[in-house]
């Protein structure tokens, strides 16, 4: 009787358990618009993918990977401090951190597994670093996860492999109980986890993975397994969605053409292509997960923080536009792409053209919007009643109906850089106006 008592009890916990995201979960993605993805792990140290170095190699290979790395990984400058400060400064709303990558070396203080960060010179738990730190910075905090493991298949004498059938956790009961073990640590030991990003194909997970994590922590936003997360990278000629996607989902970027520190042979978009590719991200209903790869020694490099640095500046002027948005009716005119307040109240007009000069006028011109008696149109970030060192210039922002068109005249008159360029989207705030007639 007792064992039948507890089976019913068992069955009816797990119906209770969400099979799903809850939607004021999906509803934050969409609100947030810009989040950190982290990918770190032990073989930064050499500058290899990330883990995938370790399939079709050999058995010598696979020695000095699971026995000598682990044996100089030693971040002696690693500060989660300051990897949090400058996300936060840089527009970050959540960080997405590896704490376990496909070879299976966990960043975090596990007792599944001698290969982990416990076990290296370093010798502390920075999975936890890392949540304190970006914790007390306000930020929502992410896991990734990967279910493959390799060193658990090395240690089966299973050949390394991805998507062969005798890799996959659902047909390698050892592996899947490993995974399930790490998962329980991961979702006890760190407080609350907003988001979890578990990779590779959720029929390869063997669908018992998603159902504990919302067994262990309901809350928590399940991306990659549950949402559509499009790996984009200039390695692979992937595009942006063709058009807006009214489901939630979460783009993924390299800032180059790896995940993983890469310390030659690398090449990087530039902080306005960034930009650029937030504004279409956010235009078309998506939010933006933009990763960076630290040095071995745990600096992140200086090219790639020029651009968290620069999107952030932008972001300091324009933030209004990109948070707590969604698509509006037109995504793009030519060379004007579009966001609405959550509320609907304002219409943000991004003018991606970059030789708008400092204290300057121009006009643009707009199909999608009429004017009425109520309407207001401001430039983000800037008061619209000086210009720098010329008293007698009210730059005001006004506007006309035109021949089918609102037509908008404003001045770029916020001084950004020293010299008073600025090559990235100027954003138009406008409020009390409507949808056009077609």
């Known amino acids: 009787m007792k064992k039948l008592i507890s089976a019913i009890w068992i069955v009816a916990f797990t119906l209770c358990v969400s099979a799903e995201n809850k939607p004021e979960r999906l509803e934050w993605l969409k609100d947030a618009g810009l989040g950190l993805f982290i990918h770190w792990s032990v073989d930064s140290q050499i500058g290899t993918v990330i883990s995938h170095s370790l399939v079709g190699a050999d058995e010598a290979f696979c020695e000095y990977f699971f026995n000598e790395l682990p044996k100089t990984f030693n971040p002696t400058r690693f500060d989660a401090d300051e990897w949090a400060r400058l996300a936060k400064v840089a527009g970050f709303q959540y960080v997405v951190f590896t704490t376990k990558h496909h070879?299976?070396?966990?960043?975090?203080?596990?007792?599944?597994?001698?290969?982990?960060?416990?076990?290296?010179?370093?010798?502390?738990?920075?999975?936890?670093?890392?949540?304190?730190?970006?914790?007390?910075?306000?930020?929502?905090?992410?896991?990734?996860?990967?279910?493959?493991?390799?060193?658990?298949l090395y240690r089966q004498g299973t050949l390394i492999s991805r998507r062969r059938?005798?890799?996959?956790?659902?047909?390698?009961?050892?592996?899947?109980?490993?995974?399930?073990?790490?998962?329980?640590?991961?979702?006890?030991?760190?407080?609350?986890?907003?988001?979890?990003?578990?990779?590779?194909?959720?029929?390869?997970?063997?669908?018992?993975?998603?159902?504990?994590?919302?067994?262990?922590?309901?809350?928590?936003l399940i991306t990659r397994g549950a949402i559509s997360t499009p790996e984009i990278s200039p390695s692979t000629g992937q595009e942006l969605p063709e058009s807006l996607k009214t489901e939630p989902w979460e783009a993924c970027?390299?800032?180059?053409?790896?995940?993983?520190?890469?310390?030659?042979?690398?090449?990087?978009?530039?902080?306005?292509?960034?930009?650029?590719?937030?504004?279409?991200?956010?235009?078309?209903?998506?939010?933006?997960?933009?990763?960076?790869?630290?040095?071995?020694?745990?600096?992140?490099?200086?090219?790639?923080?020029?651009?968290l640095i620069e999107m952030g500046t932008w972001m300091a002027i324009n933030r209004e536009a990109i948070y707590d948005v969604r698509p509006w009716s037109v995504i793009q005119e030519k060379d004007v792409w579009f966001t609405q307040s959550k509320s609907g109240?304002?219409?943000?007009?991004?003018?991606?053209?970059?030789?708008?000069?400092?204290?300057?006028?121009?006009?643009?011109?707009?199909?999608?919007?009429?004017?009425?008696?109520?309407?207001?149109?401001?430039?983000?970030?800037?008061?619209?009643?000086?210009?720098?060192?010329?008293?007698?210039?009210?730059?005001?922002?006004?506007?006309?109906?035109?021949?089918?068109t609102l037509n908008i005249t404003a001045m770029r008159a916020q001084r950004i850089y020293n010299d008073r360029t600025w090559p990235n989207p100027v954003v138009l705030k406008i409020t009390g106006a409507e949808t056009a007639d077609e």
């Open 345 to 404: 109240d304002a219409v943000y007009a991004f003018v991606m053209d970059t030789d708008w000069e400092y204290g300057t006028e121009r006009t643009i011109k707009l199909k999608s919007l009429k004017a009425t008696d109520d309407t207001v149109i401001s430039v983000l970030g800037q008061n619209d009643l000086v210009l720098e060192y010329q008293p007698d210039v009210i730059p005001q922002t006004r506007w006309e109906a035109g021949r089918n």
């Open 165 to 220: 059938p005798e890799a996959l956790p659902i047909n390698n009961p050892e592996l899947m109980e490993l995974n399930k073990a790490q998962i329980r640590e991961l979702f006890s030991n760190y407080g609350q986890i907003d988001v979890l990003f578990i990779d590779g194909p959720k029929e390869a997970q063997g669908g018992g993975l998603t159902e504990l994590v919302w067994e262990l922590q309901p809350d928590c």
């Open 253 to 307: 970027f390299t800032m180059g053409t790896s995940w993983q520190y890469k310390p030659t042979n690398e090449s990087y978009r530039d902080g306005t292509e960034w930009i650029h590719t937030l504004i279409e991200t956010r235009a078309k209903g998506g939010t933006m997960l933009l990763n960076i790869g630290p040095k071995p020694n745990g600096e992140i490099p200086i090219e790639q923080e020029s651009i």
């Open 103 to 152: 070879s299976g070396f966990c960043m975090f203080d596990t007792e599944t597994t001698e290969f982990n960060i416990m076990n290296t010179p370093y010798g502390k738990d920075i999975t936890k670093e890392v949540v304190d730190a970006f914790r007390a910075q306000g930020l929502e905090i992410g896991f990734y996860f990967s279910p493959d493991d390799f060193s658990e």
